[in-house]
């Protein structure tokens, strides 16, 4: 990936703030054909966890161990030149594009087992449930025995040995303090508030 | 892609609105190293059109003709099986996440030449522009001259003719009437309001 100096992102807890609010990952990979698959994945200590469908054919396509890039994308917003207040004395600004983008590489293993697959789904359905219904969520002891049993049947567990992560934040951290600040104001005032929070991290941390 | 059947998104209307409303564009290629550029991307007839940083590799990694994958990331969202109100009755649902992306396929061309670059920048930049300030729209000639070329001289203009588009569309529709409704309520309260606008279209369409 192209990355400037002043967009590289080696802050830990933004690259984990991204991975964690944009878990539906981007996972591309060669057999030697280009593929891609879309899933959503956790992060747990130097692993990804996820599974997919048994119909995917990525875990006949690939061997255990196979490299894998797996793609997180933050938020992303177009950037004005107006918006830049210096804007008015020089007017030497063109227009730009704001995002962040996490990419880890690993080795990928799948599991077919019951057992496996069912750690791997607790897994995330707890994160994700919790986040989003809290005291009410979901668990797979709600469901019928017979029938969660057909549905992680039609699943593979799978796991991702991290061995690299990289990550670009393109945060307007190259203009100045009042540019910057009303880029932020503009994203704000647009409802692009993971970008605004985002700026506002860079800029204090 | 792995896309089973009622996910498949034949629509142009649709596709055409995933692109639009989500230019930023995932451009991978193989060299025969795994590759990834974000940039933002047009439609325009067969073609895809943007430009690239001079200071990327990407151009001069890749031979015009090459073939290049532009990934265009829809919303997504989480689903959980507590917002399905057949539940109540059988309890026989899983969690899953819905999500829209489209795929294009294509061969890269390369522009070093200014006016092509001119040309290029002004397609993006009058779309960009016209969505974001409407009558007060940046344009190329706000900015000195001597200012503009050197912006020009950074980058690198960029065209993809289109030999394949393959979308999915992952949106509820193989749930009964009673449970998509209400996941489509769910994400409106959510302020998934692109996914809700994305669900009714797929069940009125």
Chains 1, 2 share one sequence.
Do not use: C
Not at 37 to 58: Q, T, V, W
Not at 140 to 154: I, S
């Amino acid at each position: 990936m192209y990355i400037p100096e002043h967009f590289h992102e080696q802050d830990e807890a933004a690259i984990a703030a991204v991975m964690a609010d944009h878990p539906l990952a981007s996972v591309v990979y060669q057999t030697p054909e280009l593929n891609v698959s879309y899933l959503p994945l956790l992060r747990r200590g130097d692993r990804l966890i996820g599974h997919l469908a048994k119909a995917n054919d990525m875990h006949r396509e690939l061997a255990d161990g196979a490299d894998v890039l797996a793609i997180f994308h933050g938020a992303d917003a177009y950037v004005s030149p107006n918006w830049y207040p210096s804007k008015a004395e020089h007017h030497k600004h063109v227009p730009t594009w704001n995002y962040q983008v996490v990419h880890v590489h690993g080795k990928i293993r799948f599991y077919h087992d019951e057992a496996s697959k069912r750690r791997l789904v607790h897994a995330l359905t707890s994160e994700f449930e919790t986040r989003t219904n809290g005291t009410e969520a979901w668990k797979m002891g709600d469901a019928p025995q017979d029938f969660m049993r057909d549905r992680l049947a039609d699943i593979v567990g799978l796991e991702i040995e991290i061995t690299r992560v990289e990550s670009k934040s393109k945060l307007s951290q190259n203009r100045d303090e009042g540019d910057h600040a009303n880029v932020m104001r503009e994203m704000e005032a647009r409802s692009h508030d993971e970008l605004a929070v985002a700026m506002a991290r860079h800029r204090d941390g």
